[in-house]
């Protein structure tokens, strides 16, 4: 078992920045993928990013951001800490939202069904 705890949530004005962390208890898997995914009230929850990390193959990593993320949210992660982080830059009003981690053994995906542990979600507010 895998647990999951983010942090780092809070308001936040448009335009600003905002960067939360996800620790997770323990790594069980040599290749594993890391997810953030969102839910605005009312609204499905909807793929941010991910990191694939693997100690195969001399090691590597591997970042995927949805398109409205790619060049204002980077995912990067601490080893040592077990922990990914998300920095999210330009922040607008309508990306208020519970913000989850997930993790997943293997490769990536978006979808939030193919991700097996999660964590509680932390709120992040974007004032307009």
């Known amino acids: 078992q895998v647990q999951l705890v983010e942090s780092g949530g809070g308001l936040v004005q448009a335009g600003g920045s905002l960067r939360l962390s996800c620790a997770a208890s323990?790594?069980?898997?040599?290749?594993?993928?890391m997810g953030w995914f969102r839910q605005a009230p009312g609204k499905e929850r909807e793929y941010v990013a991910r990191i694939t990390l693997s100690t195969l193959s001399g090691g590597y990593s591997y970042t995927n951001y949805v398109d409205y993320g790619k060049g204002r949210f980077t995912i990067s992660e601490d080893n040592a800490k077990n922990t990914v982080y998300l920095k999210m830059n330009s922040m607008k009003a309508e990306e208020t939202a519970v913000y989850f981690c997930?993790?997943?053994?293997?490769?990536?995906?978006?979808?939030?069904?193919?991700?097996?542990?999660w964590g509680q979600g932390t709120q992040v507010t974007v004032s307009s």
């Open positions: 997930a993790a997943r053994g293997g490769g990536g995906s978006s979808i939030a069904s193919d991700y097996t542990y």
């Open positions: 323990r790594r069980t898997f040599s290749t594993y993928t």
